[in-house]
């Protein structure tokens, strides 16, 4: 197998649709996220308990006792599983895509030495928007210019530290200049550019979803400026008085005068994020299921209620 590689950005800044890219090339296998508890068994738990974690992934072998008895730590069992999952799809590498990695990147980098990091990044008010329409976590565009500044900062650290390693790459470029923004990126892999990279891409094993959907649609297609229409120009000022200096630096020009946001402002905007993210964690939580029975809506969940397919 060649060294792993790992995409890595913030939601919603079109990781989806450059691991689906990569899924197109006849040497990677690249698999969607992994659940956030697995970050902290990989760096404090034994393979035994990372397996019991995973066993209705079908990802991942369905009985995790012989697979995890083999295996002498969480890490070994991640790479013997991702490994047949890569064989499964007659690749000869894999890798993770998943914007949950930026809280884990060094720990990453030194388990796989030889490994790239692509890091993509797109216009924080396109993350924002689009965080506000489909994401539970995200109330308001104070909280996430917030966030996107916390996780960006934290990824170009990273690049900057390991500039032979990690490439930065921006969804903009993807998408209007896909063909040379992806040549460099197999350049940076060691692997070369075939044109299917370019077409539609495959699921391989990610379920389609209205979450994603955009990135299964040609890469024409998406587009970058719908929060045009989506923000008031009083969002947009809000928005850009905390990430403009990012923004600056990255290429994104503001499109307002950054003001100094009262203080009374900053409490009103992150009291309706507290509020409105308990609602919605309690209604997925509670509300919902209960809401599903009361129908009779719900659905059997098993193995392939998360990934397609079946684990070889």
Not at 201 to 210: S, Y
Request: net charge positive.
């Amino acid at each position: 197998m060649r060294s792993p590689v790992f995409v890595v950005g913030t939601q919603r800044s079109g990781t989806t649709l450059l691991c689906a890219i990569l899924n197109q090339h006849h040497s990677y296998y690249v698999t969607n996220e992994l659940p956030p508890v697995a970050y902290d068994l990989l760096a404090n738990g034994t393979a035994q308990a990372l397996a019991e974690h995973l066993r209705l992934d079908s990802r991942f072998p369905g009985d995790p006792s012989p697979a995890a008895a083999s295996c002498a730590s969480g890490w070994e069992y991640l790479e013997t599983a991702m490994s047949r999952r890569a064989t499964h799809f007659r690749k000869d590498a894999w890798g993770i895509k998943d914007p949950q990695l930026t809280d884990h990147l060094e720990m990453f980098a030194r388990r796989y030495p030889d490994a790239q990091f692509i890091i993509i990044i797109r216009d924080p008010r396109s993350v924002v928007s689009s965080l506000m329409k489909n994401s539970w976590h995200v109330a308001n565009v104070l909280h996430g210019a917030q966030g996107w500044c916390e996780r960006v900062r934290k990824q170009l650290t990273f690049a900057e530290a390991h500039p032979t390693r990690a490439t930065v790459i921006h969804y903009r470029d993807l998408v209007t200049e896909p063909e040379g923004t992806i040549a460099a990126i197999c350049r940076r892999l060691s692997i070369d550019f075939v044109p299917e990279m370019l077409t539609r891409p495959n699921t391989t094993d990610i379920v389609l979803n209205k979450l994603n959907e955009n990135a299964f649609k040609d890469i024409a297609r998406n587009f970058d400026d719908k929060w045009k229409t989506h923000f008031t120009s009083r969002q947009v000022q809000i928005l850009e008085s905390v990430a403009a200096p990012l923004m600056q630096r990255l290429g994104y020009a503001p499109q307002s005068e950054p003001v100094p946001l009262a203080r009374i402002t900053t409490h009103c905007y992150t009291l309706h994020q507290r509020i409105v993210s308990e609602f919605r964690w309690q209604w997925i939580r509670r509300v919902e299921p209960a809401w599903n029975r009361a129908l009779g809506l719900i659905r059997p969940m098993g193995r392939d209620a998360t990934h397609v397919g079946t684990a070889p």
